[in-house]
């Protein structure tokens, strides 16, 4: 995402979200616990351009998406989204389908690790969302459920027909998307879905060290590396390898590649500047 900003200014408040920001490190915590952080479209429309506006802020460094409360993201609110839906016509459906597969376009393409803390249900967008992030630590409470086919709509919805195969592999992702079937944690670990699974109430924690390491690191060479992980999803050997290379060269022109250098021969720690 570009730097590059225009008349806007930073936003102070969101009002669907609660944002924390502590040297590098941000927090994004689903704030409706009485209703197991449901998502409104005031809360997808306020993960869009949080993660928009961080990217171009360019000062945070790493990412934790949480849940307040008994769980993660029980999905879109039933109530909220599920019954407005019914009375809106073709163009509102296809706008509001197109704001939910950008948000996980901006977790996906912001150029710092986002890190999901998963405990209790991540269900139907709260799964894709859990899936989106680089990187998923739960405890042995959490649950993932795609639950589209359960009321009625494809189970490749905000991308996970697309991201699901490549974490899981098709085998398991055909399961989980067709059934709609709850995957616990035990499962979730064995087969790829969650990153690290870690005591029971220490999923917010442990995420929190993780993005901490991360930012304490070599930020442009994990903002490279993320974009390579994505980019080179869908293209052939040659091109990879291509990018690869143009991505190499642009890095050891960097302060880092430096920094290490000098780090090694200083027998010190290095320095990293994110540059």
């Not at 393409?109 to 899936?131: D, K, M, N, R, T």
């Not at 399961?175 to 870690?198: C, H, N, Q, T």
């Not at 929190?208 to 991360?214: E, H, M, N, S």
């Not at 991505?247 to 920094?259: H, I, R």
């Amino acid at each position: 995402m570009s730097p590059f900003t225009g008349s806007a200014t930073r936003t102070p408040d969101w009002e669907h979200l609660r944002v924390e920001r502590a040297d590098g490190v941000a927090t994004v915590t689903l704030a409706r616990p009485e209703k197991l952080n449901a998502l409104t479209f005031g809360a997808y429309a306020d993960l869009r351009d949080l993660l928009a506006e961080l990217s171009r802020e360019r000062a945070v460094r790493a990412l934790v998406l949480a849940g307040e409360g008994r769980g993660f993201c029980s999905g879109g609110d039933v109530d909220e989204i599920i019954g407005a839906t019914l009375s809106m016509d073709t163009a509102q459906l296809l706008d509001f389908n197109r704001m939910t597969g950008q948000v996980v376009r901006a977790v996906r393409e912001c150029p710092f690790p986002v890190i999901a803390a998963v405990h209790g249900v991540a269900a139907g967008a709260g799964a894709v969302l859990a899936l989106a992030a680089d990187f998923r630590v739960a405890d042995p409470t959490a649950r993932f459920a795609f639950l589209f086919t359960r009321v009625g709509l494809s189970g490749g919805d905000m991308g996970a027909a697309y991201l699901l195969p490549r974490v899981v592999g098709l085998g398991h992702a055909t399961r989980l998307l067709m059934l709609g079937e709850p995957v616990r944690a035990p499962e979730a670990e064995r087969i790829g879905l969650i990153s690290e699974l870690v005591e029971e109430g220490r999923a917010d924690e442990a995420a929190g060290a993780l993005a901490r390491r991360l930012a304490d690191g070599p930020a442009l060479a994990y903002a490279q590396t993320k974009t390579l992980l994505t980019a080179e999803l869908d293209m052939p050997l040659a091109a990879a390898v291509e990018m690869d290379a143009s991505t190499q060269a642009l890095l050891m022109n960097g302060q880092d590649y430096a920094e290490f250098h000098a780090a090694f021969t200083e027998k010190r720690p290095p320095k990293w500047q994110g540059r």
